[in-house]
C-alpha cells in the first residue's frame, strides 16, 4: 500500500497540521484512527487496506466508543437477544455500526473469527448486521463486542427479531414463487417457440395436440401456485369495494388459462400459456424489486433505531453496572451521566443538572433539575451527574404512553387509492364492455369465433405494463432517494406527497438548529475572552453556546470558579470579581436595579425568543449577551421551494408562541399557521382536524412529534431524531439538514410523472391490442411479443427517469 | 418424432429437479442475503480457519436466563 505523507494511513482523510508526525510514514487524522490502525496491524490484518485499495474504497475516521459492553454479559441481555444453539453454543444477532464496503466484511469475520470459541461469524453488509455463534464458556460476548470496537465496529443488540422472522418468512415466499414462475415461463415459452414454428411447417395433429397438452400441465403451478397472489390481492379488493390493480390482472390470467385448457381439450383455436407465464413471472418481479427496495429503507432506518441507547445504569448496592434498559423496574435506582439518556420515568434522588427535555415539550431551552425533580424518559441529561429512582418504565412512562398513541394513529391511517388502482377501476369497466361488444361484432359470422376474439382481446388487454408501472417507477425512485439520504418506509409515500396540501414542522431541532447560540453581544469586547474561560467550566448547554461564540484568548488566568445552580458562574480574574449569569442571579449578587439599557433590552421585543445572560463585575453590568436557537441555514431556501411547488407551510411547537412566532416570521410563515405550545396529543389532534379539510404532513424529529408523524398522511423524520419518531415516520432524512424536505417532495413530484408516463405507454399498447383483437387481426404470436415488448418501455423509462437527486 | 414422448417428460422432470433445488434453497435462507457471500467468496483462499471446538471449562454463569430457541 503506498503512504501519502499527508493522509491518514487508516481513513484516508487528510491529516490536520497539528496532527502531523515527522519522519513517520504513518500518519494519522485523530486518535480513533491511530489505535484503530495498531490493532489492526498488531493482529497482521493489514490485508484489509490492500483489499480496500483493491476496491477502490476509502475508509472513514473512527471515533472509538472506549465502551465495556459489560452489559451483553448480562444474563437479562442474553435472554432477550441471544439464542441458545447447543448446549454449548449461543448465537447472536448484533447490528455493527461503521459498515461501508467489502473490506469491513474481511476485517469483521477475520477479526471476530480467531477469537478462541467464536464458532461462526456472518456478516450482512445489506443490513449491517451480523451473526455470531459462540461457545459461552470460553469466551465472553462482551469480549467480541470490545475486539470488533476496538477496530472500530461498535455494535448493537439487534432489536424486533420477531417482525425480521415474519419479514424474511415474506420475502422467501414471494421468492420461491418468482421461482416457480420463471422456470414455468422459460420452459412454455420453449414448447410455444416448437409450437410456432410447427404452425409454418405443417406440425402434425398429433405432435401439435402432444405440445399442447404439455403446456398445459406445466403452466398449470404457474397459473394456481405463483399467481395466487394476485387472485387474493382482487379478492380482499373485492370484498374491500375498492377496485385494485390485481382484479383486471386475475381476470386476464383466469380468462386465459380457461379458454387455453378448453381448446387444449376440444383440441382447436388458441392457447395462451405462453403469454400467461410470461406475464405472471414479470409482474412478480416487478413486485419482488419493490419490497427489496423498501425492505432496504426499513432495514437502513432499524439501523438507526438500533443506534439508540439500549442500556442503563444501574445502581446496585452501591455498585453501578450496565444492564438492558428492559430489565429496570419501578423501585430501582439508576445513575445517569452527562450526555446520556435519561432511560426511566423517575424522581431525582441525588444531583443537580439541566435535562434537555426538546425531544417531549419542544422547549429549546434546557430545565434545571435537583434532588427531588420529576424526570422523563427519553430527555437527555446535559450537565451533571444525577440518581433517579425510577417511577415508571417501559410503557408506562410519558414516552411509552406517546407511543401507544402512535401504534393507534399508524392502525387508523386511511390507505389511499393508487393512481394504478384508480385507472384499473374504469379499465375493467371499459375491457369488459369492449369484450361484448366484440361478442357482440361476431356472434352473427360464428360464434366459437366470437368467444375467441373476446378471450384474445382480454389476454392482450390484461395489464402486465400497467400493473409493472407503478411498482417499478417507485422501487427506482426508492433505491435512488436512499443513496441521496432520503430513506422511504412506505409505497405509496411517493405518491401521497405529490398531492399538494399543508406541510407542517416541528421547530426546536428541525427548523432550527435544536442548539443555543450568541446572536447579539452589547458592551465591551474585551469581556468577550473572560465570559469564553469561565463558560468553559460548565457543561451547561448555554455556556456551550457562549464557548462555541466568543473569541478565545490563551492569556486569560482565573481563579474560584463557582456555578451556582440554575443561575450562573462567578470567577476571580486578577483582582476583579466577575459574574456571568441570567438576570435574576446577577442582580442578586449585584444589588440595585438595572442601568436602562439592561431594562430596555430585557423587556424589548421579542424577549421571549432568546435568553439574556449579563456580565458583571464590582456590581456593575458590563456586557449582555443574547443567545438564540438559530434557524437552521437552509431551511429559509427549503420553506420558499416548498412554497414556490405549491405546498402551504405551518409550524406546530411544543414552545412558547412568541419563540415560534419569532421563527415563523423569519421564515415568512404566516402567522395564522404558527402554532405553540402544543403538547404530544394536541399536535396530533391538530394535524387530525387538518386532514379533514387537505393533504397534510408532517415534518419533526422529537418523541412529541411522533404522534402527529403516524397521524399526518406523510410523516418525515428529520435527522437525529428520537428512536419514537423513527418508527412512527414514513420517511427519514439520514442526512443532517432541512433542506432534504424540498428534494424529497420534488422527487416525488417527478415520480409521479414518470408513472403517468408508464401508465400512458402501457395504455397506449393495450389500445393497439384492443383494436387488433376486435377486429380479429391478432394472434398468440403478436400477443407473445406485445407484452414483453410493452412491458420492457415500462421498465427502461423508470430505471432510466431521473427522480432524486437529478439538478434541476 | 415419438421419442418426445419420452424426451419432453424427461426434460419436465430435470426442470421440476432444479425448481426443488432452488425451493430447497430459499427455504434453507441461502437467498437472504444476494451480497455478503458475493464478497465472501474472494477472501476464502486465504489459509483455511482454525477449526475450534468449546473444550474449555464454563467460566461462570454468564449464559443463565437464555431461552433455549
Given at each position: 500500500m503506498t503512504i501519502n505523507p499527508h493522509l491518514c494511513s487508516h481513513c484516508g482523510l487528510v491529516v490536520p497540521t497539528a496532527f502531523l508526525q515527522a519522519n513517520n510514514p504513518l500518519q494519522f487524522c485523530c486518535q480513533g484512527c491511530e489505535t484503530v490502525y495498531a490493532v489492526i496491524h498488531e493482529q497482521g490484518l493489514d490485508r484489509y487496506y490492500a483489499l480496500r485499495g483493491d476496491a477502490n474504497e476509502t475508509g472513514r475516521p473512527v471515533?472509538?466508543?472506549?465502551?465495556?459492553?459489560?452489559?451483553?454479559?448480562?444474563?437479562?441481555?442474553?435472554?432477550?437477544?441471544?439464542?441458545?444453539?447447543?448446549?454449548?453454543?449461543?448465537?447472536?444477532?448484533?447490528?455493527?455500526?461503521g459498515i461501508h464496503c467489502a473490506a469491513c466484511l474481511w476485517l469483521v469475520e477475520r477479526v471476530a473469527s480467531t477469537m478462541d470459541g467464536v464458532i461462526d461469524v456472518r456478516l450482512d453488509i445489506g443490513r449491517s448486521s451480523v451473526h455470531i455463534t459462540y461457545a459461552p464458556a470460553v469466551v465472553r460476548l462482551s469480549h467480541i463486542a470490545q475486539r470488533l470496537d476496538s477496530v472500530g465496529y461498535p455494535s448493537h443488540p439487534f432489536?424486533?427479531?420477531?417482525?425480521?422472522?415474519?419479514?424474511?418468512?415474506?420475502?422467501?415466499?414471494?421468492?420461491?414463487?418468482?421461482?416457480?414462475?420463471?422456470?414455468?415461463?422459460?420452459?412454455?415459452?420453449?414448447?410455444?417457440?416448437?409450437?410456432?414454428?410447427?404452425?409454418?411447417?405443417?406440425?402434425?395433429?398429433?405432435?401439435?395436440?402432444?405440445?399442447?397438452?404439455?403446456?398445459?400441465?406445466?403452466?398449470?403451478?404457474?397459473?394456481?401456485?405463483?399467481?395466487?397472489?394476485?387472485?387474493?390481492g382482487a379478492w380482499a379488493g373485492l370484498r374491500a369495494r375498492l377496485l385494485h390493480m390485481d382484479l383486471p390482472i386475475s381476470i386476464g390470467i383466469l380468462?386465459?388459462?380457461?379458454?387455453?385448457?378448453?381448446?387444449?381439450?376440444?383440441?382447436?383455436?388458441?392457447?395462451?400459456?405462453?403469454?400467461?407465464?410470461?406475464?405472471?413471472?414479470?409482474?412478480?418481479?416487478?413486485?419482488?424489486?419493490?419490497?427489496?427496495?423498501?425492505?432496504?429503507?426499513?432495514?437502513?432506518?432499524?439501523?438507526?433505531?438500533?443506534?439508540?441507547?439500549?442500556?442503563?445504569?444501574?445502581?446496585?448496592?452501591?455498585?453501578?453496572?450496565?444492564?438492558?434498559?428492559?430489565?429496570?423496574?419501578?423501585?430501582?435506582?439508576?445513575?445517569?451521566?452527562?450526555?446520556?439518556?435519561?432511560p426511566v420515568d423517575g424522581d431525582v434522588t441525588d444531583g443537580t443538572s439541566a435535562v434537555d427535555c426538546a425531544v417531549l415539550t419542544g422547549e429549546a431551552i434546557p430545565v434545571w433539575v435537583q434532588a427531588g425533580?420529576?424526570?422523563?424518559?427519553?430527555?437527555?441529561?446535559?450537565?451533571?451527574?444525577?440518581?433517579?429512582?425510577?417511577?415508571?418504565?417501559?410503557?408506562?412512562?410519558?414516552?411509552?404512553?406517546?407511543?401507544?398513541?402512535?401504534?393507534?394513529?399508524?392502525?387508523?391511517?386511511?390507505?389511499?387509492?393508487?393512481?394504478?388502482?384508480?385507472?384499473?377501476?374504469?379499465?375493467?369497466?371499459v375491457v369488459l364492455v369492449l369484450a361484448a361488444v366484440t361478442i357482440a361484432m361476431w356472434w352473427s359470422t360464428d360464434v366459437g369465433l366470437a368467444i375467441d376474439h373476446a378471450v384474445a382481446l382480454l389476454i392482450v388487454t390484461c395489464p402486465c405494463a400497467l400493473g409493472l408501472a407503478t411498482p417499478l417507477a417507485v422501487s427506482a425512485a426508492i433505491g435512488?432517494?436512499?443513496?441521496?439520504?432520503?430513506?422511504?418506509?412506505?409505497?405509496?409515500?411517493?405518491?401521497?406527497?405529490a398531492r399538494k396540501g399543508t406541510i407542517w414542522f416541528d421547530k426546536t431541532g428541525t427548523l432550527t438548529e435544536g442548539r443555543l447560540s450568541v446572536s447579539r453581544w452589547v458592551g465591551d469586547d474585551k469581556w468577550k475572552p473572560i465570559v469564553r474561560a469561565m463558560e468553559n467550566h460548565s457543561g451547561h448547554?448555554?455556556?456551550?453556546?457562549?464557548?462555541?461564540?466568543?473569541?478565545?484568548?490563551?492569556?486569560?488566568?482565573?481563579?474560584?470558579?463557582?456555578?451556582?445552580?440554575?443561575?450562573?458562574l462567578e470567577a476571580d480574574f486578577g483582582r476583579q470579581k466577575v459574574i456571568v449569569g441570567n438576570p435574576n442571579f446577577v442582580q442578586a449578587r449585584c444589588g440595585g436595579a438595572f442601568p436602562d439599557w439592561v431594562t430596555q433590552l430585557l423587556d424589548g421585543p421579542r424577549a421571549e425568543a432568546k435568553t439574556t445572560v449579563l456580565v458583571a463585575s464590582e456590581g456593575i453590568v458590563r456586557a449582555a449577551i443574547e443567545l438564540t436557537d438559530p434557524v437552521r441555514h437552509d431551511a429559509v431556501d427549503c420553506v420558499r421551494s416548498l412554497e414556490t411547488a405549491g405546498y402551504q407551510i405551518g409550524i406546530l411547537s411544543g414552545d412558547d408562541e412568541r419563540v415560534v412566532s419569532t421563527v415563523g416570521s423569519q421564515l415568512a410563515i404566516s402567522p395564522e399557521r404558527c402554532f405553540g405550545r402544543q403538547t404530544p396529543e394536541q399536535k396530533l389532534e391538530h394535524i387530525r382536524r387538518a386532514a379533514k379539510q387537505t393533504n397534510t404532513f408532517m415534518v419533526g424529529d422529537g418523541v412529541n412529534d411522533a404522534g402527529a408523524l403516524a397521524e399526518a398522511s406523510v410523516g418525515i423524520g428529520v435527522h437525529?431524531?428520537?428512536?419514537?419518531?423513527?418508527?412512527?415516520?414514513?420517511?427519514?432524512?439520514?442526512?443532517?439538514?432541512?433542506?432534504?424536505?424540498?428534494?424529497?417532495?420534488?422527487?416525488?413530484?417527478?415520480?409521479?410523472?414518470?408513472?403517468?408516463?408508464?401508465?400512458?405507454?402501457?395504455?397506449?399498447?393495450?389500445?393497439?391490442?384492443?383494436?387488433?383483437?376486435?377486429?380479429?387481426?391478432?394472434?398468440?404470436m403478436i400477443a407473445a411479443i406485445l407484452m414483453p415488448f410493452s412491458s420492457l418501455t415500462v421498465v427502461s423509462s423508470s430505471y432510466k427517469a431521473k427522480t432524486f437527486g437529478a439538478k434541476p | 418424432m415419438s421419442v418426445l414422448y419420452l424426451v419432453l417428460p424427461l426434460a419436465i422432470l430435470l426442470v421440476g429437479t432444479a425448481v426443488f433445488a432452488f425451493v430447497w434453497s430459499v427455504k434453507n435462507g441461502q437467498m437472504d442475503d444476494l451480497e455478503s457471500p458475493a464478497i465472501r467468496m474472494l477472501y476464502d483462499d486465504e489459509g483455511a480457519k482454525v477449526t475450534k471446538s468449546p473444550s474449555r471449562q464454563t467460566q461462570d454463569g454468564a449464559t443463565d436466563g437464555i431461552k433455549a430457541r
Open positions: 471515533k472509538l466508543s472506549g465502551r465495556t459492553y459489560a452489559e451483553f454479559d448480562e444474563p437479562s441481555f442474553l435472554a432477550l437477544y441471544a439464542q441458545r444453539r447447543t448446549d454449548e453454543l449461543i448465537s447472536v444477532h448484533l447490528y455493527l455500526q432489536r424486533g427479531a420477531d417482525r425480521e422472522f415474519l419479514r424474511r418468512k415474506e420475502d422467501r415466499a414471494l421468492l420461491m414463487r418468482i421461482g416457480v414462475a420463471g422456470a414455468v415461463a422459460g420452459n412454455v415459452m420453449l414448447l410455444a417457440l416448437a409450437l410456432y414454428s410447427g404452425m409454418f411447417s405443417d406440425m402434425e395433429a398429433e405432435y401439435s395436440s402432444f405440445f399442447r397438452w404439455v403446456s398445459l400441465v406445466v403452466t398449470l403451478p404457474s397459473v394456481l401456485w405463483s399467481a395466487s397472489v394476485f387472485y387474493r380468462t386465459g388459462f380457461v379458454w387455453g385448457a378448453y381448446n387444449t381439450i376440444v383440441g382447436r383455436g388458441e392457447i395462451y400459456f405462453d403469454s400467461l407465464a410470461v406475464l405472471v413471472f414479470l409482474l412478480l418481479v416487478g413486485r419482488w424489486l419493490q419490497q427489496r427496495q423498501k425492505r432496504r429503507a426499513t432495514d437502513a432506518t432499524e439501523l438507526f433505531f438500533a443506534l439508540a441507547p439500549s442500556t442503563a445504569r444501574l445502581v446496585d448496592n452501591g455498585i453501578v453496572r450496565d444492564v438492558p434498559i428492559e430489565s429496570i423496574t419501578p423501585g430501582m435506582v439508576v445513575e445517569v451521566r452527562p450526555g446520556d439518556f435519561i425533580d420529576k424526570v422523563n424518559a427519553g430527555t437527555t441529561n446535559v450537565s451533571g451527574r444525577l440518581r433517579i429512582v425510577a417511577t415508571g418504565t417501559g410503557e408506562q412512562t410519558r414516552v411509552g404512553k406517546l407511543l401507544l398513541l402512535v401504534e393507534e394513529a399508524m392502525r387508523k391511517k386511511a390507505p389511499i387509492v393508487a393512481m394504478a388502482d384508480r385507472i384499473s377501476a374504469y379499465f375493467v369497466a435512488k432517494a436512499a443513496r441521496h439520504g432520503i430513506l422511504i418506509k412506505g409505497e405509496d409515500v411517493l405518491e401521497r406527497l448547554p448555554i455556556a456551550r453556546g457562549l464557548v462555541a461564540g466568543l473569541p478565545e484568548d490563551p492569556t486569560v488566568v482565573l481563579s474560584n470558579v463557582r456555578e451556582t445552580f440554575g443561575g450562573g437525529g431524531g428520537a428512536e419514537a419518531c423513527l418508527t412512527a415516520a414514513d420517511v427519514y432524512l439520514a442526512r443532517d439538514g432541512i433542506a432534504l424536505v424540498a428534494d424529497l417532495v420534488e422527487g416525488s413530484r417527478r415520480t409521479m410523472r414518470v408513472i403517468r408516463r408508464n401508465v400512458l405507454f402501457a395504455l397506449s399498447y393495450n389500445l393497439l391490442g384492443v383494436v387488433l383483437s376486435m377486429t380479429g387481426l391478432i394472434n398468440p | -
